[in-house]
């Protein structure tokens, strides 16, 4: 939790710095734009652990059926988290 956080405050902190930089936003409240923007991030890497924590529970309910076909798992992991990302508007 912790390290998302981390992630999605320096990653908004590039982000605004950016837009200012290359003059693509008028921002007036830098601090709050950055709080949007890493709240936002936030959002989506929560979105996006819980598809993964999805996919990995659905691959364990059939993992058997897994194991005896020749499927490979990392792409079955990428097609599942790809359906359910699709399914709810979530672009990865």
């Known amino acids: 939790m912790a390290r998302r956080d981390e992630i999605a405050g320096r990653m908004a902190e590039?982000?605004?710095k950016r837009l200012v930089t290359r003059k693509?936003?008028?921002?007036?409240d830098e601090p709050r734009a950055?709080?949007?923007v890493r709240h936002i991030l936030s959002e989506n890497f929560?979105?996006?652990e819980k598809i993964e924590a999805e996919v990995k529970a659905l691959l364990l309910e059939n993992a058997k059926l897994i194991k005896d076909s020749a499927s490979d798992y990392k792409r079955l992991v990428t097609l599942a988290k790809t359906k359910l990302s699709?399914?709810?508007g979530f672009i990865l």
């Open 86 to 88: 699709r399914e709810r």
């Open 14 to 16: 590039a982000v605004v």
């Open 34 to 36: 950055r709080d949007v």
């Open 46 to 48: 929560l979105a996006e």
């Open 24 to 28: 693509l936003a008028d921002i007036k």
